[in-house]
């Protein structure tokens, strides 16, 4: 089935429940020519999954792959004509076929930057072709116990998997690499909160400014705290092309326990970011990523939406998952709830002209965590 219906069904199932992976096929697959592993370990974003095309091979998903079957009814099975069968235990037969997002040849650990980092380090592809790193691999709210719970961003530097920060040059370099094997048409910078009142802003400017001297052509992603005026049209000035102002749980008292940092900057402040990054970035090219499945009222969070939406920001409606091997075991978001969410939204959207298919660059041109764009193009 590849009508957008029966897509954006597929999609929001896989989103929310993931496929069981049985490492005892892993070498299997590998003997087929096709090297799968459970994805990354931390970092900021959905992690722990990997990238496929559902069979219209255009639609793009980040599946969780769980090692224990008890994560998900649905099972990565046989490789055939380069897709994997997906198996439902519970109707006892095939749910889709999914088409592997290979990971770039420049992982291999003998591609390094011109300081010697191995490029894997600096900057990943997530989906097809856009490459994304976390400049700056802490977070304040992390050091005083403050963190978001469903934010595994200090785990893969723990792991050794990246670097502390990283320099316009290092991504450059990377960028340069990617696009030689077409993976790169463009880039998601984000970042954990630091200290002081900029949010990170400076360093971004830094980094933004030596990227765009190599690579004008490619456009760039920043994701960030509310911030000022002049920060937001700095930014701009330096390359940033979309932004992403990061609500992640609107209801206040969810908020108050689950993103206990963040909770203390005023709703306010993000709406006065959000309409001043509209006014400097343009129409469409605002965001903010907003997860859901913490038990939160539907009907409350359909009506944050809206308030959102109709600021002319784009929601980046994604179902929270756990960081892989953590302790804060994430609830599992019904998948027909999400999928009335993501119905809703898309009917906002087109009521208040809001279009996430002409975003520039980032989480939103990429959708392989969210089925909002699919959303979108069934209404």
Not at 115 to 126: F, T
Not at 227 to 234: A, Q, T, W
Not at 235 to 261: N, S
């Amino acid at each position: 089935m590849t009508d957008i219906h029966s897509i954006l069904k597929q999609k929001t199932e896989l989103l929310c429940k993931g496929v069981f992976l049985d490492e005892k096929l892993i070498e299997q697959y590998k003997s087929q020519g096709i090297e799968i592993d459970f994805g990354r370990k931390g970092g900021a974003g959905p992690s722990g999954g990997r990238y496929f095309l559902l069979e219209d091979n255009q639609t793009l998903v980040n599946v969780a792959l769980w090692r224990n079957p008890k994560r998900s009814n649905l099972l990565l099975g046989d490789f055939k004509d380069e897709h994997f069968e997906v198996y439902d235990k519970r109707i006892k037969g095939n749910f889709c076929r999914l088409k592997l997002i290979t990971n770039p040849k420049y992982y291999s650990n003998d591609h390094k930057t011109s300081d010697g980092i191995e490029m894997k380090k600096i900057a990943l592809v997530h989906g097809i072709d856009c490459v994304a790193t976390t400049i700056y691999q802490k977070c304040a709210y992390w050091a005083c116990g403050e963190g978001c719970k469903f934010c595994g961003i200090q785990v893969s530097l723990a792991t050794g998997a990246t670097i502390e920060e990283k320099t316009g040059q290092q991504i450059s370099e990377v960028m340069t690499a990617a696009k030689q094997e077409n993976r790169c048409r463009h880039v998601t910078l984000t970042s954990g909160s630091p200290e002081g009142e900029d949010k990170g802003a400076e360093r971004y400017i830094e980094v933004l400014r030596g990227i765009k001297k190599v690579h004008p052509d490619i456009p760039l992603h920043i994701q960030l705290e509310p911030v000022n005026y002049e920060l937001l049209s700095r930014l701009k000035d330096a390359g940033a092309d979309t932004i992403g102002i990061h609500m992640e749980v609107m209801d206040p008292v969810l908020r108050a326990t689950i993103t206990p940092g963040k909770y203390k900057i005023p709703h306010e402040k993000y709406e006065e970011s959000w309409k001043n990054s509209i006014e400097i970035f343009g129409k469409n090219q605002v965001e903010s990523y907003l997860l859901t499945g913490f038990g939160e009222s539907r009907v409350d969070f359909v009506n944050d939406l809206e308030k959102v939406i109709s600021l002319g920001v784009i929601p980046f409606i994604t179902p929270v998952r756990c960081v892989p091997g953590s302790k804060k075991v994430m609830p599992t978001m019904n998948y027909n709830a999400l999928l009335e969410i993501y119905q809703k939204a898309a009917k906002l959207l087109i009521d208040y002209g809001v279009n996430p298919l002409e975003n520039k660059a980032g989480c939103v041109r990429c959708g392989g965590c969210s089925a909002v764009n699919e959303a979108y193009k069934a209404v």
